[in-house]
């Protein structure tokens, strides 16, 4: 599985990446909605993109509405800090696919699994 992981928070970022690394998880991490959409301009194609829903410039409601126009298969989760609300402009059926931060890495995990099974 590879996983494009972007989140304008650094240190956050490179954590989540590094235990998603060591379950055996390809992660390219990215702290800014800008640099992921070049990377993913340029070719590079990942199975999941976990995105923060608010970050400055590209946000990742908007980011992912970009993504899913390069590549149609790309799934999405997305990460909501603590009291944000779910931005309901992203439809229903991705709501399951919000996670709260601090985040559990077990219920990520999951639903990677979920989304990139079939």
Avoid: C
């Amino acid at each position: 599985m590879k996983v494009l992981l972007v989140d304008d928070e650094q240190k956050f970022a490179l954590m989540l990446a590094k235990r998603l690394e060591l379950r055996g998880i390809q992660t390219a991490v990215f702290f800014s909605g800008e640099t992921a959409l070049k990377t993913v301009e340029q070719g590079n194609r990942f199975d999941v993109a976990i995105l923060d829903v608010k970050m400055p410039g590209i946000g990742g409601i908007d980011l992912k509405r970009r993504l899913g126009q390069l590549d149609e298969r790309m799934k999405f989760v997305f990460l909501t800090g603590h009291g944000s609300t779910i931005d309901s402009s992203a439809g229903a059926q991705e709501a399951e696919n919000y996670l709260p931060k601090p985040l559990q890495i077990d219920v990520l995990i999951e639903t990677l699994n979920r989304l990139t099974e079939g």
